[in-house]
């Protein structure tokens, strides 16, 4: 288990194409900048702009891939240096790019879905008034999201980190004029912080313990054990903090469904298919760290399998079609977390189901998307039914991402998500049957939620019919212009066959080998492939099976029915996610809060005029507990230093 | 020329060397004039100030004294850069070890001197209003029928340009004092015109006029705490100099309450200026009251120069004593952090809001300052150079969002403002990243720098509480960037008003250098680790 693959650490400058990385960054942001500084100058060819720029960071990537793949796998990983960004006595930050195998595949990733969904959005957007901002937008998130997976430091992921975050809350908030976008986007904002705030400690500490927070220097240093376990450990934490707060892991997780209220395309690229996927990024890019970390690891296999779950569940119950394939997402990327939880065995497993993910997740957000523009954007699942006539490439398309999602034999989730779980049965003992029949039981509810979305959406009665839209209109489903469908329809022959070509023979894998290491192989499951795959299709079949039995062939009900067991309410109350929150940050902060302001603006004075209106036997006096006296300020200046000046002398004479 | 320097080093504050004893004959100190050649222009200028008021027609003020202060300011600026070429590398100690001018005082003054600028530009502005952001006369009653009459007049007090002048003069002074009775001079010199110029605003007279009262009233309390604080020092080194108080403290058995009694008085008046917490408690109220470009000038400048002055009395004067008073001040930082993060989020109005933001940002610059190593000596003064720029430019734009009433500085009132005008909206909003540290902003690198410094030097756990405050604090700059651009704009809001091409250079500048240092901050990084304090 731990074998570090040897050599996986030679770094050679780039050169050739590889050493043009830097334009494949500069594009889109040369795209952001001249969209949103452009005014309304650009609006009549600022999607197109945007497109371009994306397209022709994709071209450039494929020519870097092709590069990257003519070279011995040592030369694979190559450093570029930009410049000295802060060089400051013991620190050296050296803005730069590391071009090795996974930040390939990732721009790939970025750059290729980005680029369908920037066509996309020219017809999902068309009405839109704001469209040149959008796409100024999602260029900027294409900028910094390559930007996070390109660098070759901390400090550059960090810079990536935030500027993903950034360009996410603007695009959450998209629309102004609803109060709960603002809400979302405010949410988003908050439980990044909290997820950042994790990031930088763990950079922090590793630049305190190293003295660097280039990957070259930390993961030799991490290799030679420079580090306490205990140290270790703590980092480990920390990194997987920040991956909880951008991947929607637990107990960071309940921004993610929230986050929906952003465009439909924007829920696809950024809250589906990349830059929620950055956490499984930070630690498959550590592997260094957490493969020495045994314990660490063990962490982040838990946070995984709680979260695969916590999706699951809750994906059951809702009937929004964007919140369920959101919960779905969380649930997801739950798997990739615990693949690269297992370590050596796991890494490059988490980045297949990654990459699998990324097409049909994506794939079906744009789905859902053009039912929601053939459906006056209503995203309930109750007012749908029998679209499937009305949609047919809709239907398609979505019907493949769906299978591939459920893990239907030999399509892309089939391959990616039963590597996961017989790596997960492998660890042996009391883990391998916790964790391996997590991700099982993950199975069934999934194939479960997904066929209920289905039989909802697009099969049985067309319960729109006699229903209106809340601003009045009736419901006349159409299909998608072919600006719309193209993208799905690539999308869809990605979901289908993306995961045998990545899977048969470990291409991705060894691909990745020079980045990740060689995989490890399992040993200890108790099951053999075989019967593990019986089993999984197995369990994939009871759960459509139920979901036929118990939403399929009944009528669904317009309204939601309220009365319903616990096991429905918990989960349509997100598991009571939001009410933890808020218990556990929320209330406490608010207290902090009220009783500094208290000890600001009334306390000492208060304590004054109390005492004053106690002896004077005047109640009048409190009347006047107001803000802003010299002599309150007086009074807490005066408190602040008796108190340093008791504390210095206690120091000195204690 | 000459008449001038006469002039110049009559108004200049006569430092007064503590003597050993009451000597026969007292022989003039070797001056290096070179050195000091920049404040003697600077309060030379203020002094020619004063006369144009009393001399010139009241019409032909503002331009003429503009002018006078911006070229005293580059004048001084050019003698700063010629004397920076020729300062030995260890520094220059003048006027009888009265004023230290090493490389950390040259990077003080010229950050001082440029930001003076802009904020001398800004206060000169009279497009965003008519008349300017200050009184027509200051002598009228706030509330009479003279107070609105003079309200609509297209006149302004133009002794602010002197009295900016000679804050400067006494910022520069402070930055570059040795000892600390010229320190507490140069905290007087500094405070006094400030004091006048929070008094001066045009609209909302009583609010201005309360907030110079209360910054006077505290500030003259915490000038006594520093005094008391140097006078238990002269008690216990018999002597003010920063360097005998550090080797008196290095090798002799005196009492020690005298040490940390007077070193904890004299800290606490240094808080107070920086507006640190639980020193701060002035800091809302007058940054609310006081002109704009004024709190510009205070929340760029005096923040500067108050913590350049910590700086240099921390590590030369009480560098051998560290270990003993750097938990206490561990302590304030983390008040500061905690107060300025937690109740910046209760805040409804725009300016007060930054003023919490500058309590937190002291707590930041605290840290960086008591970690007395180079490292730590560079990260503060780059937070500093930074952190000004930013600031100056975020109250630059707060001064353009107004409404019939005057500034429109109620948060509500932002509501909807990038419909309104998207290009003040963004700035804002990027100053905001700014101040939140987001990276590729300055903010970013200077917390970067001052954390790995205080990391450095074994200060992990009071990175771990900066860490998170400046989370918290992150959500209050958020939260306004999202009513700028998220919520409907209200019906009766507030419009942007275009100022002149002055103001649009100084913000531009700015924004430019908040950018710049953010993407390529070793410029300025080589400069500020350049050089250590001078010690003698």
């Given at each position: 288990?731990?074998?570090?693959?040897?050599?996986?650490?030679?770094?050679?400058?780039?050169?050739?194409?590889?050493?043009?990385?830097?334009?494949?960054?500069?594009?889109?942001?040369?795209?952001?900048?001249?969209?949103l500084?452009?005014?309304?100058?650009t609006?009549?060819?600022?999607?197109?702009?945007?497109?371009?720029?994306?397209?022709a960071?994709?071209?450039?990537?494929v020519?870097?891939?092709?590069?990257?793949?003519?070279?011995d796998?040592?030369?694979?990983v190559?450093n570029?240096?930009?410049?000295?960004?802060?060089?400051?006595?013991?620190?050296?930050v050296?803005?730069?790019?590391r071009?090795d195998?996974?930040?390939?595949?990732?721009?790939?990733l970025?750059?290729?879905?980005?680029?369908?969904?920037?066509?996309?959005s020219i017809?999902?957007m068309?009405?839109?008034?704001?469209?040149?901002?959008?796409?100024g937008?999602?260029?900027l998130?294409?900028?910094?999201?390559?930007?996070?997976?390109?660098?070759?430091?901390f400090?550059?992921l960090?810079l990536?980190?935030?500027?993903?975050?950034?360009?996410?809350?603007?695009?959450?908030?998209w629309?102004?004029?609803?109060?709960?976008?603002?809400?979302?986007?405010k949410?988003?904002?908050?439980?990044n912080?909290?997820?950042?705030?994790?990031l930088?400690?763990?950079i922090?500490i590793?630049?305190?313990?190293?003295?660097?927070?280039q990957?070259?220097?930390?993961?030799?240093a991490?290799?030679?054990?420079r580090?306490?376990?205990?140290?270790?450990l703590?980092?480990?934490?920390?990194?997987?903090?920040?991956?909880c707060?951008?991947?929607?892991?637990?107990?960071?997780?309940?921004w993610?469904?929230?986050?929906?209220?952003?465009?439909?395309?924007?829920?696809?690229?950024?809250?589906?298919?990349t830059m929620?996927?950055?956490?499984v990024?930070?630690?498959?890019?550590?592997n260094?760290?957490?493969?020495?970390s045994?314990?660490?690891?063990?962490?982040?296999?838990?946070i995984?399998?709680?979260?695969l779950?916590i999706?699951?569940?809750?994906?059951c119950?809702?009937?929004?079609?964007?919140?369920v394939?959101?919960y779905?997402t969380?649930?997801?990327?739950g798997?990739?977390?615990?693949?690269v939880?297992l370590?050596?065995?796991?890494?490059?497993l988490?980045?297949?189901?990654?990459?699998?993910h990324?097409?049909?997740?994506?794939?079906?957000?744009?789905?859902?998307?053009?039912?929601?523009h053939?459906?006056?954007?209503?995203?309930?699942?109750?007012?749908f039914?029998?679209?499937?006539?009305?949609?047919r490439?809709t239907?398609?398309?979505?019907?493949?991402?769906?299978?591939a999602?459920?893990?239907?034999?030999?399509?892309?989730g089939?391959?990616?998500?039963?590597?996961i779980?017989?790596?997960?049965?492998?660890?042996?003992?009391?883990?391998?049957?916790v964790?391996?029949?997590?991700a099982?039981l993950g199975?069934?509810?999934?194939?479960?939620?997904?066929t209920?979305?289905?039989?909802?959406?697009?099969?049985?009665?067309k319960?729109?019919?006699?229903?209106k839209?809340?601003?009045?209109?009736?419901?006349?489903?159409h299909?998608?212009?072919?600006?719309?469908?193209i993208?799905?329809?690539?999308?869809?022959?990605?979901?289908?066959?993306?995961?045998?070509y990545?899977?048969?023979?470990?291409?991705?894998?060894?691909?990745?080998?020079?980045t990740?290491?060689?995989?490890?192989?399992?040993?200890?499951?108790?099951?053999?492939?075989?019967?593990l795959?019986?089993?999984?299709?197995?369990?994939?079949?009871?759960?459509?099976?139920?979901?036929?039995?118990?939403?399929?062939?009944?009528?669904?009900p317009v309204?939601?029915?309220?009365?319903?067991?616990?096991?429905?309410?918990?989960?349509?109350?997100?598991?009571?996610?939001?009410?933890l929150?808020?218990?556990?940050?929320?209330?406490?902060?608010?207290w902090?809060?009220?009783?500094?302001?208290?000890?600001?603006?009334?306390?000492?004075?208060?304590?004054?005029?109390?005492?004053?209106?106690?002896?004077?036997?005047?109640?009048?006096r409190?009347r006047?507990?107001q803000?802003?006296?010299?002599?309150?300020?007086a009074?807490?200046?005066?408190?602040?230093?008796?108190?340093?000046?008791?504390?210095?002398?206690?120091?000195?004479f204690? | 020329?000459?008449?001038?320097?006469?002039?110049?080093?009559?108004?200049q504050?006569?430092?007064?060397?503590?003597?050993?004893?009451?000597?026969?004959?007292?022989?003039?100190?070797?001056?290096?004039?070179?050195?000091?050649?920049?404040i003697?222009?600077?309060?030379?200028a203020?002094?020619v100030?004063v006369?144009?008021?009393?001399?010139?027609?009241?019409h032909?003020?503002?331009a003429?004294q503009?002018?006078?202060?911006v070229?005293?300011?580059?004048?001084?600026?050019?003698?700063?850069?010629?004397?920076?070429d020729?300062?030995p590398?260890?520094?220059?100690?003048?006027?009888?070890?009265?004023?230290?001018?090493?490389?950390?005082?040259l990077?003080?003054?010229?950050?001082?001197?440029v930001l003076?600028?802009?904020?001398?530009?800004?206060?000169?502005?009279r497009?965003?209003?008519?008349?300017?952001?200050?009184?027509?006369?200051?002598?009228?009653?706030?509330?009479?029928?003279?107070?609105?009459?003079?309200?609509?007049?297209?006149?302004?007090?133009?002794?602010?340009?002197p009295?900016?002048?000679?804050?400067?003069?006494?910022?520069?002074?402070?930055?570059?004092?040795?000892d600390?009775?010229?320190?507490?001079?140069?905290l007087?010199?500094?405070?006094?015109?400030l004091?006048?110029?929070?008094g001066?605003?045009?609209?909302?007279?009583?609010?201005?006029?309360?907030?110079?009262?209360k910054?006077?009233?505290?500030?003259?309390?915490?000038?006594a705490?520093?005094?008391?604080?140097?006078?238990?020092l002269?008690?216990y080194?018999?002597?003010?100099?920063?360097?005998?108080?550090?080797?008196?403290?290095?090798?002799?058995?005196?009492?020690?309450?005298?040490?940390?009694?007077?070193?904890g008085l004299?800290v606490v008046?240094?808080?107070?200026?920086?507006?640190?917490?639980?020193?701060?408690t002035?800091?809302?109220d007058?940054y609310?009251?006081?002109p704009?470009?004024?709190?510009?000038?205070?929340?760029?400048?005096?923040?500067i120069?108050?913590?350049?002055?910590?700086?240099?009395?921390?590590?030369?004067?009480?560098?051998t004593?560290?270990?003993e008073?750097r938990?206490?001040?561990?302590?304030?930082?983390?008040?500061?952090?905690?107060?300025?993060?937690?109740?910046?989020l209760?805040?409804?109005?725009?300016?007060?809001?930054?003023?919490?933001?500058?309590?937190?940002?002291?707590?930041?610059l605290?840290?960086?300052?008591i970690?007395?190593?180079?490292?730590?000596?560079?990260a503060?003064?780059?937070?500093?150079?930074?952190?000004?720029?930013?600031?100056?430019?975020?109250?630059?734009?707060?001064?353009l969002?107004?409404?019939?009433?005057?500034?429109?500085?109620?948060?509500s009132?932002?509501?909807g403002?990038?419909?309104?005008s998207?290009l003040?909206?963004?700035?804002?909003?990027?100053?905001?990243?700014?101040?939140a540290?987001?990276?590729?902003?300055?903010?970013?690198?200077?917390?970067?720098?001052?954390?790995q410094a205080a990391l450095?030097?074994?200060?992990?756990?009071?990175?771990?509480?900066?860490?998170?405050?400046?989370?918290?604090?992150?959500?209050?700059?958020?939260?306004?960037?999202?009513?700028?651009?998220?919520?409907?704009?209200?019906?009766?809001?507030?419009?942007?008003?275009?100022p002149?091409?002055?103001t649009?250079?100084?913000l531009?500048v700015?924004?430019?250098?908040t950018?710049?240092?953010?993407?390529?901050?070793s410029l300025?990084?080589?400069?500020?680790?350049?050089?250590?304090?001078?010690?003698q």
């Open positions: 288990m731990m074998n570090l693959s040897e050599g996986a650490e030679s770094v050679v400058a780039a050169s050739g194409s590889l050493g043009g990385a830097w334009l494949v960054v500069l594009l889109p942001a040369i795209g952001a900048l001249v969209l500084a452009g005014g309304k100058r609006n009549a060819w600022g999607h197109l702009l945007g497109c371009a720029t994306v397209i960071a994709f071209v450039y990537g020519v870097m891939f092709f590069a990257s793949t003519g070279l796998a040592g030369q694979r190559q570029l240096h930009i410049y000295d960004w802060i060089p400051v006595n013991a620190l050296q050296d803005f730069g790019f071009v195998p996974l930040s390939l595949t990732f721009v790939l970025i750059t290729g879905v980005g680029s369908l969904i920037h066509i996309y017809g999902y068309a009405e839109d008034r704001d469209r040149r901002r959008f796409f937008y999602l260029n998130f294409v900028a910094s999201m390559l930007v996070l997976v390109l660098g070759n430091s400090v550059t960090y990536g980190w935030e500027g993903v975050g950034l360009a996410s809350y603007l695009l959450i908030g629309y102004q004029d609803r109060p709960s976008a603002a809400t979302a986007a949410k988003a904002f908050l439980m912080r909290v997820g950042d705030v994790g930088a400690l763990a922090f590793l630049f305190q313990q190293l003295g660097t927070t990957y070259t220097e930390v993961f030799a991490v290799g030679d054990g580090l306490s376990s205990g140290t270790l703590a980092v480990t934490i920390l990194l997987l903090l920040g991956a707060g951008k991947s929607g892991q637990f107990p960071l997780q309940a993610l469904p929230d986050a929906m209220e952003g465009p439909t395309p924007v829920s696809a690229l950024i809250h589906a298919a929620v996927t950055a956490g990024y930070l630690i498959a890019r550590s260094p760290i957490y493969s020495a045994p314990d660490g690891r063990l962490i982040v296999v838990i995984g399998a709680i979260t779950l999706g699951c569940v809750i994906g119950a809702y009937d929004d079609i964007k919140k394939l959101a779905s969380v649930s997801q990327i798997y990739m977390i615990l693949a939880g370590g050596p065995i796991g890494y490059g988490g980045i297949l189901h990654l990459l699998t990324g097409f049909f997740k994506a794939g079906l957000f744009l789905g859902a998307g053009s039912v929601m053939a459906m006056n954007d209503e995203v309930d699942m109750r007012k039914g029998g679209l499937w006539k009305k949609m490439i239907f398609a398309t979505f019907t493949c991402g769906y299978l999602l459920i893990g239907f034999p030999l399509l892309s089939y391959w990616s998500k039963d590597a779980i017989e790596a997960a049965f492998s660890q042996g003992g009391w883990r391998g049957w964790f391996g029949g997590a099982m199975v069934a509810l999934t194939a479960f939620y997904m209920r979305l289905m039989f909802m959406t697009f099969f049985g009665e319960r729109w019919e006699k229903l839209s809340t601003d009045g209109r009736e419901f006349h489903p299909e998608a212009p072919a600006v719309m469908t993208p799905m329809i690539i999308l869809a022959v990605g979901s289908l066959g993306a995961g045998a990545l899977a048969i023979n470990h291409t991705l894998v060894d691909w990745l080998s020079p990740l290491g060689e995989l490890s192989e399992a040993h200890d499951s108790p099951f053999s492939t075989p019967v795959t019986t089993i999984s299709i197995a369990l994939m079949v009871i759960g459509v099976g139920l979901a036929w039995l118990l939403v399929g062939r009944k009528p669904v309204e939601k029915p309220e009365r319903v067991s616990f096991p429905v309410r918990a989960a349509r109350r997100d598991l009571y996610g939001n009410a929150n808020e218990v556990l940050v929320a209330r406490p902060g608010t902090l809060t009220r009783f500094l302001v208290f000890l600001d603006n009334r306390g000492v004075d208060g304590a004054v005029n109390g005492i004053a209106a106690v002896f004077g036997g005047g109640s009048g409190l006047r507990l803000t802003g006296f010299v002599r309150s300020y009074l807490t200046m005066l408190a602040g230093s008796i108190l340093v000046l008791a504390a210095l002398l206690m120091v000195r204690s | 020329m000459s008449v001038l320097a006469t002039l110049v080093t009559a108004a504050p006569v430092p007064v060397p503590a003597p050993p004893a009451p000597a026969a004959t007292i022989t003039q100190p070797p001056i290096s004039y070179p050195a000091i050649m920049p003697l222009i600077i309060l030379g203020a002094c100030g006369l144009f008021e009393a001399f010139l027609p009241r032909n003020r503002i003429a503009l002018v006078l202060s070229l005293a300011i580059l004048v001084a600026g050019w003698r700063l850069l010629s004397y920076a020729e300062m590398e260890t520094g220059t100690i003048t006027l009888g070890r009265a004023l230290a001018v090493d490389k950390p005082t990077v003080l003054w010229a950050t001082l001197l003076t600028i802009g904020a001398l530009i800004l206060m000169a502005d497009t965003v209003e008519r008349g300017g952001y200050f009184v027509a006369d200051a002598a009228v009653r706030p509330g009479t029928v003279q107070d609105r009459a003079q309200a609509g007049r297209g006149e302004m007090q133009t002794e602010v340009f009295l900016a002048l000679f804050a400067l003069g006494g910022m520069m002074v402070f930055c570059a004092a040795n600390l009775l010229t320190m507490f001079i140069a007087e010199v500094l405070s006094l015109p004091y006048l110029m929070c001066l605003a045009r609209r909302r007279r009583l609010l201005s006029q309360e907030a110079a009262v910054y006077f009233l505290l500030g003259a309390f915490a000038s705490f520093f005094l008391y604080g140097l006078a238990l002269y008690g080194a018999g002597s003010v100099q920063l360097s005998d108080i550090a080797n008196a403290a290095a090798g002799t058995n005196r009492s020690e309450t005298l040490l940390f009694g007077g070193l004299l008046g240094l808080l107070f200026k920086g507006s640190v917490g639980p020193f701060h002035w800091t809302p007058v609310q009251g006081a704009t470009p004024v709190t510009a000038f205070m929340g760029a400048c005096t923040k120069a108050a913590f350049g002055g910590i700086l240099r009395v921390l590590s030369v004067g009480f560098g004593t560290s270990w008073w938990g206490v001040l561990w302590g304030v930082a983390i008040a500061s952090m905690v107060i300025g993060a937690v109740l910046g209760t805040q409804t109005d725009v300016k007060r809001m930054v003023a919490y933001s500058s309590v937190a940002h002291a707590g930041f605290l840290i960086g300052a970690v007395l190593k180079p490292a730590g000596l560079s503060t003064l780059f937070y500093l150079v930074t952190y000004g720029f930013t600031t100056l430019a975020t109250f630059g734009v707060i001064g969002v107004r409404n019939a009433d005057g500034e429109a500085t109620h948060l009132q932002w509501a403002l990038a419909k309104r998207p003040v909206a963004g700035t804002m909003a990027f100053l905001l990243l700014a101040l540290g987001i990276p590729l902003t300055s903010g970013f690198v200077g917390k970067f720098v001052v954390f450095s030097d074994g200060m992990a756990p009071l990175v771990v509480v900066a860490v998170l405050a400046s989370a918290v604090a992150a959500f209050f700059y958020l939260r306004v960037i999202v009513l700028m651009y998220f919520s409907q704009p209200a019906e009766d809001g507030p419009t942007v008003t275009i002149n091409l002055w649009t250079g100084v531009t700015c924004v430019l250098v950018l710049f240092l953010g993407i390529a901050p300025v990084l080589d400069w500020t680790s350049s050089g250590v304090f001078a010690l």
